[in-house]
């Protein structure tokens, strides 16, 4: 029986071009997590206009939902509504003007240094428009998110990555993935961890997500999980691949670039809302970690 089965299994070059391009991805994720160069989930609140760009070396998965507007990619230009999906290539600009069609509405996206690339390799359809609630996806890529930082990524978030990739809708077929994503529970996307004090610092790193007005320090975050400040940094840095401070830094530039999305948000206002003591040191710390100052950042985004 088994030997029919390995007979009867189609080797790589009879598998659906999308199949193999969804295996040189999950490799790439697995083989090496740097290659996530980064991974967003924002809501959208305003207009959100960013001009068309490319990335020469990396491959960008976009989720977009509860918006309409125009999308481009490469040298095809379409008005979108409701859930719409990407892929951009290496290599190929991509970009869109959206505005919000509910309160709900988001971006989800994220971008691979792909190894084996699979530049050559034919992808799933390049732009899904109009599609049913793919909730799953998002909230894979969500919960993906709010791991990733710029100093590593940890299993658990690859994983989910991976999972985001598999699941990726291959052009008629979303609406199945849509319904079979229905019939999952938020629970089915929970990683257990093994024992307590794993428990704990998943709870204190919780806490510390919903905190980036007002970060709580290492000493806090280890007497949330009941442990030294020591080993919780060492175990929250052999989860998370970085460290709890570089964690925190990650969150609050996350939130900073979701506030500064709006145009016209006042950076005033951004600041208090993200604990600073005034607008300068805010924008002397926003500079620091993305590069551009607020005001720079909001004329032209360029995270997505």
């Not at 610092?201 to 709580?216: G, K, N």
Request: glycine share 6%; charged share 25%.
């Amino acid at each position: 029986m088994a030997r029919a089965t390995r007979r009867n299994a189609p080797r790589p070059s009879e598998r659906p071009a999308a199949e193999v391009f969804k295996r040189a991805a999950c490799a790439s994720l697995f083989a090496d997590t740097r290659c996530v160069e980064s991974v967003l989930a924002h809501r959208v609140a305003d207009r959100v206009a960013i001009e068309p760009h490319a990335h020469h070396d990396l491959l960008q998965f976009d989720l977009i939902d509860g918006c309409a507007g125009e999308v481009t990619l490469g040298e095809q230009r379409q008005a979108v509504a409701g859930v719409t999906l990407m892929v951009a290539r290496p290599g190929v600009r991509h970009g869109y003007v959206l505005r919000p069609t509910h309160r709900d509405a988001r971006i989800c996206l994220f971008r691979l240094r792909c190894r084996p690339h699979p530049a050559d390799t034919p992808a799933p359809a390049a732009l899904q428009a109009g599609l049913p609630p793919l909730d799953h996806l998002a909230r894979l890529i969500t919960d993906a998110a709010g791991l990733w930082t710029p100093q590593g990524t940890p299993l658990t978030a690859t994983a989910k990555l991976a999972a985001a990739v598999c699941a990726w809708p291959e052009g008629d077929d979303a609406t199945g993935v849509a319904a079979a994503a229905g019939e999952r529970s938020p629970a089915d996307d929970e990683t257990p961890y093994g024992n307590a004090v794993a428990d704990r610092i998943r709870r204190a790193v919780a806490d510390l997500s919903r905190r980036v007005h007002d970060p709580p320090g290492l000493d806090e975050l280890a007497r949330a999980a009941c442990v030294s400040p020591r080993h919780f940094a060492r175990r929250f840095t052999a989860d998370f691949n970085c460290t709890p401070h570089a964690y925190v830094t990650a969150r609050r530039v996350d939130a900073a670039r979701a506030k500064l999305l709006a145009p016209d948000a006042p950076v005033s206002q951004v600041a208090d809302d993200l604990g600073f003591t005034s607008s300068a040191a805010f924008a002397r710390w926003f500079t620091r970690q993305v590069g551009q100052t607020p005001r720079t950042f909001q004329r032209d985004p360029g995270v997505f």
